[in-house]
Structures are given as C-alpha cells and as structure tokens.
C-alpha cells in the first residue's frame, strides 16, 4: 500500500470513530456479515465476520423478532432503514441500520451493502411510542411480506404456514389453525394448517373430520360472519356449554376466531389459541388478525384461479400439441393484382411433422414455394384460393411419400386470408377396407368349402343360401330348389326347436334327421336317417336388431358310431379297473403333464378333479419310505439310467392318519425324448390291500389255531388232572368214611368229600358255559334286580369260603341301585370275582363294591390285598385256557367267560393291578 493510500485508511478509520458510524456486508449465501473495524469493536467480535443468527441475538428481546425478520428480507426489498437497541461492549445502544446497495455474486447468490451508525437512547415516553410504532411496522411487514410472498410463485401452503408464524410469534401464541367446512351443509369440519409453540401438542391429526354437531353457537357465530374474541372462556354464553367443554380439553385460556368467506360462501375461519395466559383483545389486535384473514381469502382465492386457468392453459397446450391429428395453419399471400401466388406456414403442431414424415422446421415459419415444386405449389395454389374465395370447407385425401402414411385433410378458412388444415391418419383405415375386402373374398371361399354345413336364413326363417358341404349332407343338387324355403316348416325340426330359435341368441340341438319326411318340403337324393347335430347363431346389425340367423349342421352320424364303440370299451374297461381295482396313468415326466383314470387317482388316495402334476413327485399320501423309492426311480429315469419300476407302496387309507393301504405300482419308460422335452411314463397301479390283509388273516388264522389247538390240548390234559384230582378224593376219602369208626374223623373226611364234590362241580359247570359259548347258545334272562341285594348275596354266600385272616367286606350303606339284567349270570361273574380273589389273597381283605364313573354307567368291582399280577399278565388274563399259577386250583376259563357273559350284557371288563400289592376286578354296565 503506498503512504498515500494508508493515510486515507487512517482518515477513514477517525472518521468512522468520530461519526460512530461503520458498515456491513451481506452475504446470503452463507448466513454471514462482513463487518467493519468500527463495528467489530462496538460488539467486541474477535474477527470481522458474524453469522446472521449471532447479529440476531444481539438485538434486544423486545425488538428481536421483528428486527431479524426484516434483516433476512433485505434480499426482497430495495429500501431499508430503522433504529433499535442492542446489547454491546458499552452495554445497552441504540444504532440506526440502513441498506446502501445490492448485487448478484458472480455464482448468482445476493449480496447486500448497509452501514450501522450509533444514534441516542429515545426517552422513555418516546420509547413506549416507539415500541408501539415498531409494533405496528412489525403488522404491516407481516402484512406485507405475505402479500408478496403470495405473489411470488410459492406452494400455497409454505405461504400460509409463514402467515400463521407470523401470528403466533407476534401474540406469543400457542396454537394458530385454519379450519375448513368439509361439505355445503356445515356438517364437519377439518383442520387444514396448524402452527404451535415450543411444548405445545399439535392437533390437526385430531382435528378431521368433526362434527359440527354440539357447536351451534360456534356454528350460527361464523355463519353471520361474527368473529369470536374470548379473554377467557368464562365469555362464552350458556348456549355454548359444549363449546366450553371441547376448548377446555385443549386447555385454551384465550382466542380469537375470524371467519373465512369467499363470494359463494363462509368456507372456515383463522383462529389463534393461547394456552398458557388469559389476555384482552384490543381492537388494532383483530383488525389486523382480520385484514391477515381477507389477504388469505383473497390471496387463496387468486391462486386458485391462477392454478386453475394453468391447468387450463396446460390442457389446451397438451391437446394441441399431443391430440392425434396435424394441425397447419397459413397465411394467404397476393399480389398486387389480388391473385394469390403463395402462402406461408405459420403454425404447426408436433403431430403433423408425425404424419408428413419431415421435421417441423422444414415447413413451419416457410413459404409453400420453397417446399414444393412448381407444379404441386399450382396445384395447392388453386384449391386454397377456391376455399379463399368460396367459404366454407374442403375435404380431401393426401399421401406424403416421407411417412407412407394417407391423411384425409379438412381446409377451412377462420378468417380472412387465413386458412387452417386438420389432418387425420386414415392409413390403417385404408389398409382395414383392403383387409376387409379380402376377407370378405376369403370368407365366401371358406363358406363354400368349410368341411360343415352352413345355411343362412333372413330375421322371417327364409333360407337365402347354403354352401357345399349342406348341399352334399341333405342331397341337395340343384341349390334353386332349396333357396326360400322356411326354416319354421321345417317336418324335422322339433315344434319347441323352433320356438326357441325364435328367442334365443343362440342354440345347439341333435336329432335323428328322417330324409322320409322331407317330400314337399324340399327334394332330396338321400334316403333313410342321419345323426344331426345343429348349432344356430343369430346375426344382428349395427343398430342391434336382428337380420337373420346362420345355422351351422355336422353329419355326426360316423362320428355318433365311433363314439359309442369307444364309450362302450370304455365302460367296459372302467368297469373292469373298478372290479379289479387296477388304475391306468400316462404323463411326461419333465412337464409331468398327462391324465389318469378315476382308479388310478383312488388307489393313490387322491382326490380324481386333483391335477395329475399334484401328485405325481409329490405323492403326500404314500408312505415316506415308499416315496424315497418312486423319486429314485424318476430321476434315474431322467438321466436314462432306468427302464422299469415295481414295488410294493403303502398309501395312507382315507379318513385315516396312521392306516395304510397296500397297492402295487408298476412303470415303464414308454418315450425316451428329453432333447424335445418329452420322458414318456405309462404307470399302472393296483390295489392289493385286500390280498395282504386276507394274507396277514390267514397267517394270524393259522398261529391262533396252531396256538387254539396246543391251548386245547393243555387244556384236555390239564382238565383230565382237574376231574382226576377231586373224583380221586372223593373216591379216596368215601372209602376211608366207611371204614372208620372215629366221628371226628368221619367229619373231616366228609368234609373233604363235599369240598371236591364242589369242585367237580364247578369244572363241569364251567365246561358247559365254555361249550353254550362256542356255541353260541349262551342264554340271558333279563329282568329288573337290586345290585345292592345282588352283591349282598354273593358276600353272604362266600364268606365261609374266605381263609383265616382273611375279611370279605361288603358296605351295607352303599345305596340301593336297581338295573335291568340278567341276576344270575351277574351273580356268577361276582362269584368268579370274589372266587379268584380268594385263591390269591393270604391276608388282608377282599371288598365287593360298586359306583357310577357317570350318569349312565355303572361300575361293580372286587379288590383285595393279594399277590396281584404283573403287568403283562394283566393283558392276557381274560383269555381262554389261561391260568397264571398251576399251583392253584381252576380251570382258568372263569375270567374268560366272565368276560364273554359281560360283552353280551353290552359291558366292559377289565383289571387294575400291582404286583405284590393287590388287584381290583370289575366290570361297567349301561344303565339308560
């Protein structure tokens, strides 16, 4: 710097210290000040720069707000000034800030100029007026800045969600809300723009859809454009209670509420809540809330309409630049003579470039001489002046070679010496009248040489034509004869057939059709009868009414034939897979596409309407291990490394879910063709779970009677030592009575004599029953019994057969309980009970009882402390020929007939026990 600069910095520098005045530059970009010497001392920054939102802080509360608004709109404005307190190193000053110049950065961004000069503390009244005029400058910025932010090409709701700030920072709100009436009746309403407070809750989500039922008052108010300014909602009137109600949930303490009205209608209204103070509302307060109200009604108002005549604009600029149809218009051209020698293209849209085949620009904005050579300009000359001259329109076909596509082109004139062209593709238009042309060549042959009958009839059933191959099946050779004979005279034709041709669209019948009763109907060549089959379509024109109707006849008297033979072989083979329980399968294993018979899907435990690829390699009714086998066997199959597959499958039988059926599959590779995606499976399957059942029968038939027959002849040996054993006795003891002479003796022995004459007794008895049993003779004499006397008597009569230090217990309490049964074969399955408990019981009690497990059975049962029997024992004992100890005296069939004697009384019978601890005997009768 040279000395002559330097001293002009340090006059600057006094100068600006002197004046106590400095400057600021404004960087928008970046939020920033660049300041002076003079104004980084007055705030004691450590460099020259601060961030708008440190300048912020440094503005007095009071003015804060207002003022940094105001600083951030400098890049929307052209003249600013104003004074205000700030904090400084000096405490407390008052400076005056004002805009000195703007510019664009060369990136774009704005930038702006000012200086800041300290000026003297106002007094205190002027203070007070101050504050007041800095308030009402801060309403009209507000004011102003939404006016212009409407203006400015914002979204709708960033500019009214800017405007609720406003309000909300100016009256230090809670809640600043618009709300709008969703219908013409008033009967909800929603909240659409909500601004809150720090700590405030939102309430627009809660907030849509209300009924306005319950706030008349608050309704009728807003109707009559009344506004609603509560200092508290103690102002309400009594009318408004639920009005009360619903403001205090949201705890509001103040509001104020301005109608919203557009030219139709009252469509909602502004409203700001405060939540944390109650405070009265001045009238400045609500005449600037309710200006704020008219600038959005009015602002939304304009956008909508401006949004409104954009999409308009948009519409029409879509349709003339997308519609499918060129669009040219020109401009007529003359000389000074007035004959028109050219014209130019003035507009055209993107569509008619489409159809020409050349860009725009080669004839948009162009004379028609420089496009087209002399002859087609004369040409085109010569019609347009007509048009010109005339009025009215022209219509023409044009073909442009570019495209190869044919236009009909519409010329009229809109206004003088103006003309406007309208072209539309009717290229497939052409080609589809040539197409139909053709077809209808092709149609005509294809009638006359359709391997079926054809006839068509007009709407009254007048034949007008038939084509060769119904000539040839009704013996016609001279189609004259046929033509214009009536299809509702028709002898063959069933009289409801005709009916109905009359009604329905369409109809398809059979019948025998008898050339016998066609004489003097029409003539024909053929005797005797075929099977006819007849379809008939009616045919209707453009404006829906009938014209006739087609009928379609296929001799199917061949066919009728084959039909039946091959149904006949079907039947016949249904029939036998049925009986024989054999099932057929043909598919291609890579698509697995194919089909089954009814048999084959019923021996695979499958439904027959279930698709052939479900089952096949899923299989999920066929035993796992089974299933590993058959997708074995398809992959080999795939790779070509099988032939053939036979197993033995066992399938889950239906309506079961551990039961198997037992069927026989066998599969052959029919086609080997992968490369054309063709494995050729035929599978037949057969059932043969009757075979193994009858199998596994036989051979549980042949152990049983191998096992009957080793029982019976253990049992014959072991009953010829059970009738040996007492008849020895009594033949032994019998002799011994008669030859002594000692009474004691002759007692004890007469005892003995009549305790195996018992014995005897009993083996025969039990032999009888065995043999009534396989004879099936057993008899039962039902009749009505007390089981409490019943079991009374068995006690009474066993006791004495008890050992010493043995007690039969019967509880006389138990209460009476009379059934319907057979006493005497009930008495001998106790008896066997309670006999049977005596063999095994050394010590303790044997208990006869009985209770009722439910309300229509009841339970009989003998318990005693005996020996018991092991577990595996337990399964078996009931069985015939079956003794547990040879030790004891009996037959062992007691138990078994028992159980037989209880089965046929419609029981059950059964044994609870523990080795070594006793068993429980007993038997359920039904008792309904």
Known sequence: MSDNQSHEAKRFQLLSSVGQIGWWEADFAIGEYLCSEYVCNLFGLEDNTMTFQQFGELIREDYRCRITRELLSIEEIEV???????????????????????????????????????????????????KQFNELLFRQHTVSHSLRNFMKDKSLSEVISGVLKDVLELFHGGRVYIVEYNDAEYRTQSCTYEVVADGVTPEIDLLQFLPTNGMEWWLKQM??????????????????????????????????????????????????????????????????????????????????????????????????????????????????????????????????????????????????????????LGIKLRLLA????????????????????????????????????????????????????????????IFFNIPVGVEIYDKNGILIDLNNKDMEIFGVTDKADTIGVNFFENPNVPLDIRERVKVEDELDFSQDYEFANVSGYYTSERKGGIELYTKVSKIYDSRGECSGFVLINIDNTERISSINRIRDFENFFLLISDYAKVGYAKLNLLTRDGYAIKQWYKNMGEDEDTPLAEVVGVYNKMHPQDRARVLAFFEKAKQGEAKSFKNEMRVLRPGTLNQWNWVRMNVVLNRYE????????????????????????LIEAKEKAEESDRLKSAFLANMSHEIRTPLNAIVGFSSLLVETEDKVEKQEYSKMVEENNELLLQLISDILDLSKIEAGTFDFKVRELDIKTLCGDVARAMKLRVKPGVELVFESTLPSFVIASDPNRLHQVISNFVN???????????????????????????????????????????????????????????LSISKSIIEQLGGTIGVDSELGKGSTFWFILPVV
């Open 836 to 894: 049977n408990a005596i063999k095994f019981t050394s010590t303790g009690s044997i208990q006869i009882g009985y209770d009722k497990p439910d309300e229509n059975h009841l339970r009989i049962y003998v318990s005693d402390t005996g020996i018991g029997i092991a577990p595996e024992a337990c399964k078996q004992i009931f069985d015939r020929f079956v003794k547990l100890n040879s030790f004891v005296q009996g037959t062992g069939l007691g």
């Open 386 to 445: 007509d048009i010109n001259a005339h009025g009215g329109h022209r219509e023409l076909d044009e073909y442009f070679e570019n495209s190869k596509k044919t236009c009909h082109c519409i010329i009229y004139s809109p206004e003088p010496d103006e003309l406007v062209c309208l072209y539309i593709d009717i290229t497939e238009m052409r080609r589809t009248y040539t197409a139909l042309d053709h077809s209808e060549k092709l149609l005509r042959n």
């Open 674 to 697: 992968p490369a054309n995606g063709l494995i050729e499976l035929i599978g037949v399957n057969y059932d043969i779970t009757e075979l193994k059942e009858t199998e596994q029968k």
């Open 80 to 130: 600013y000034e104003q004074t205000f307190p700030v904090y400084s190193t000096r405490g407390i000053v008052w400076i005056r800030s004002r805009l000195g110049e703007k510019w664009l950065a060369e990136d774009g961004h704005p930038k702006a100029f000012g200086i800041v000069q300290l000026v003297d503390t106002p007094k205190t009244q002027s203070d007070d007026i101050l």
């Open 223 to 376: 109707l009559e454009d009344k506004p609603i300014l509560l200092s508290s909602l103690s102002d309400l009137p009594r009318e408004a209670h639920q009005v009360y109600e619903i403001l205090a949930v949201q705890n509001i303490k103040s509001l104020m509420v301005v109608p919203l009205r557009n030219t139709e209608r009252v469509w909602g209204y502004i409203g700001i809540d405060l939540v944390d103070r109650h405070y009265k509302w001045t009238n400045e307060d609500y005449q600037w809330f309710s200006s704020l109200a008219s600038i959005i009604n009015i602002c939304i108002s304009l956008r909508l309409a401006r949004d409104e005549a954009d999409r308009e604009r948009k519409t029409l600029s879509n349709l003339y630049t997308y519609m499918p149809m060129g669009y040219v218009r020109l401009s007529i051209l003359y000389n000074d003579e007035g004959v028109l020698y050219d014209y130019l293209v003035t507009d055209a849209n993107q569509f008619s470039a489409v159809l020409s085949g050349s860009p725009i620009e080669a004839y948009k904005g162009r004379f028609a001489s420089e496009i087209y050579s002399p002859d087609k």
